[in-house]
């Protein structure tokens, strides 16, 4: 089983009989890190990460394992995290631990905690367990509390000041006295919390709180601003919300029965069971707001996009025509549009997570910016479609027609394109890392400066702003990338075994550690290319251009070198090249003066412009070779194959040309001319029996 160092980790696969050693090790960090690669390996992976949860792991492994998961953006690994909560952690001697300056109280269990008038400013409380805690008078301003179980505690007189309280239970907590201005309560549940007319709170939070709590009922509501308010199960039965501010908030299993809605902000609103049975939403806004299972009546009022999207969302889209529907900023997630026409229809940034699109016809559709992490989009039709920007992490698209896709920046992290048709797709700067593109079409693709490869990614970065799921190595392996423009794309660590990249750019890319065993590179360019490391066994380099190419490393054995232009490339002593071609490699690159090249296989090599005057190459094989503009004055040819070599612009002067096979050679018709005399010269010779070394002399000027 291999061992691995924190050194190593940047540069791994993340297979999982490297993650299972690095997960169990004791450096945290790397273990962290290893996590964060699981979740790409679907069922398997999701049955390693369960036999993790049931081992005894410490917290920081635990913890890290939990946000992974839940911030997968997967429902099944998010519905694993929900099914194993992180364990709360001991805090031991509280007291001595505040004293000595302790502040990292995340998911600490404090459950009936005695911590009144303590000074926690500052401290981070994330997740901790607070269920019926003595906090009164406790200094908790600009505390990190999100999250946390506050429900039943002691609050009376608390400094709550800045504090972060998003997302926290505050269920039946006192607050009496308390002092909660500029604290952030986004999402936080505030029912049945206990204030005081000294109770401070900016003004928004207090009418949330009256509002989830049934005071002042009936009130005008209008203009309100309710934005990120956690309101779920909340009465609002004809309340007047009129142009009231409620984007992202959380009405889940509201009842909004009968309620004026008109031009209200509900984008990323959270609408989940809500009932809007007799609602007036004309002119709202319902942006990336979840409809799901909505009680929506013949008398809901509810423009004609939104009231589509909820029948979208709601199982109701089968053998539907959409064929130009706009469905912009809608949100779609998890909705089964499986064969469904949509056709030319507007899908710009609208939220497609996990959404079934299979067989669907998406032809000219516009989808920039849209989010189809973990959707099913096999065998779909996304021809001539724009997904510029858009995010297709762990997308499946195998066998989807992707012909002329515009796919610039788009984030195709572990998608699946299996036999998938990129023909003519424009994927410039996109992310392709532990994308699977085995038996892809990909001619003509223009991946120019996208990110195949893996470096550059940290596996030791926990804190990135999006988990490197993805990092085992991409594979093209048999992709037909056939004129494809990859020219600085990140290639490195990448599968490429057996690809056709026949004529593909790939100009000063960055190929390093990949591996293109048997792949075909013919009249590929690779000029200036970082090939250090790089798997070229038997690959067939015709006519590719090599010049300035990095090759320290590289393993080149078998590999068909005829006609490349190894003119600058960087060898090492590693590099493992078959004598012909390092031969080829030391004339162009070196100083070839005075060398006995008598007998050398140099047939299909690339010479052209070389300096071989007065070289001797008596009985060499040069047949087919590029002599373009070669210096081969005063050479010895004697007896040498110089059948189909391409000798125009060179230099013959004197050059011994005795018994030389210049068979379909391609010549200047100066020395055509004076061939052809040497040739009947050495006729006259035979008859008369005398026998002169033939040479070429140089050619009489022209009389002017």
Request: net charge positive; proline share 3%.
């Amino acid at each position: 089983m291999p061992t691995v160092t924190d050194k190593d980790l940047g540069n791994i696969d993340c297979s999982l009989e490297i993650l299972q050693p690095v997960l169990r090790g004791k450096d945290p960090r790397s273990a962290n890190g290893a996590i964060k690669c699981f979740s790409h390996y679907n069922g398997k992976g999701r049955e390693l990460l369960l036999q993790t949860l049931n081992q005894p792991l410490d917290w920081e492994k635990q913890f890290a394992l939990w946000t992974t998961l839940m911030d997968s953006g997967d429902p099944q690994l998010i519905q694993i995290a929900k099914a194993y909560p992180v364990t709360l952690r001991p805090v031991g001697d509280l007291g001595a631990k505040l004293e000595a300056g302790e502040r990292d109280f995340r998911w600490a269990d404090l459950r009936k905690a005695n911590l009144s008038q303590r000074d926690l400013s500052g401290a981070d409380l994330r997740g901790a367990n607070l269920n019926r805690a003595r906090l009164s008078q406790v200094n908790l301003s600009h505390a990190n509390l999100s999250g946390a179980n506050l429900t039943q505690a002691d609050l009376s007189g608390a400094d709550l000041n800045g504090a972060n309280l998003s997302g926290a239970n505050l269920l039946g907590t006192n607050l009496i006295g308390a002092s909660l201005l500029g604290a952030n309560l986004t999402d936080a549940n505030l029912r049945w919390v206990v204030i005081s007319p000294k109770t401070q709170m900016d003004p928004k939070w207090h009418l949330v709180w009256t509002i989830i709590n049934g005071v002042a009922q009936g009130e005008s509501l209008a203009q309100a601003d309710l934005s990120g308010a956690n309101l779920e199960r909340a009465d609002l039965r004809g309340r007047d919300l009129t142009r009231a501010n409620l984007r992202g908030a959380r009405l889940a299993a509201a009842n909004l029965r009968g309620a004026n809605l008109s031009q209200a902000n509900l984008s990323e609103a959270n609408l989940e069971g809500a009932d809007l049975t007799q609602a007036n939403l004309r002119g709202a806004k319902l942006e990336l707001a979840n409809l799901r299972r909505v009680l929506v009546s013949s008398e809901t009022q509810l423009d004609p996009k939104w009231r589509l999207v909820w029948e979208l969302v709601n199982g109701r889209a089968q053998a539907r025509n959409l064929i130009y529907a706009d469905l912009s900023r809608a949100n779609l997630s998890q909705a089964d549009l499986s064969g469904v026409k949509l056709t030319g229809a507007s899908l710009v940034e609208a939220d497609l997570r996990g959404t079934n699109l299979s067989g669907a016809n998406l032809r000219w559709a516009e989808l920039g910016k849209a989010n189809l992490s973990q959707a099913d989009l096999r065998g779909a039709n996304l021809s001539q479609t724009n997904l510029n920007k858009a995010n297709l992490e762990g997308t499946n698209l195998c066998g989807a027609s992707l012909i002329k896709a515009e796919l610039v920046r788009a984030k195709l992290v572990g998608a699946k394109l299996v036999g998938a048709k990129l023909i003519g797709a424009n994927l410039s700067k996109a992310s392709l890392v532990g994308t699977d593109l085995r038996e892809a079409n990909l001619i003509g693709t223009n991946l120019s400066e996208a990110k195949l490869g893996r470096s550059g990614l940290n596996l030791l970065d926990v804190n990135a702003p999006s988990p490197l799921r993805y990092l085992s190595q991409t594979d093209l392996s048999g992709a037909d990338l056939r004129k494809a423009n990859l020219s600085r794309a990140d290639l490195s660590q990448v599968k490429l075994i057996g690809a056709n990249l026949s004529r593909a750019s790939l100009s000063r890319a960055d190929l390093s550690g990949a591996d293109l065993s048997a792949a075909s590179l013919n009249k590929a360019k690779l000029g200036e290319a970082n090939l250090t490391q790089t798997k070229l066994g038997r690959a067939k380099l015709r006519n590719a251009y090599l010049s300035g190419a990095d090759l320290s490393g590289a393993n080149l054995r078998g590999a068909d070198l005829k006609l490349a232009n190894l003119r600058r490339s960087i060898l090492s002593p590693e590099t493992q090249l078959d004598a012909k071609w390092h031969l080829v490699w030391e004339l162009v690159n070196g100083r070839p003066d005075n060398r006995n090249l008598e007998g050398a296989d140099l047939s299909g090599a690339n010479l052209n412009w070389i300096d071989l005057g007065g070289v001797k190459l008596v009985g060499a094989n040069l047949s087919g070779a590029n002599l373009i503009g070669a210096n081969l004055s005063g050479a010895d040819l004697s007896w040498a194959d110089l059948s189909y070599a391409n000798l125009e612009g060179s230099n013959l002067d004197h050059a011994t040309v005795e018994g030389a096979n210049l068979k379909g050679a391609r010549l200047d018709f100066k020395w055509k001319w004076i061939w052809l005399s040497l040739w009947l010269k050495g006729l006259a010779s035979i008859w008369f029996d005398h026998r002169d070394t033939l040479y070429l002399p140089p050619p009489t000027p022209a009389k002017r």
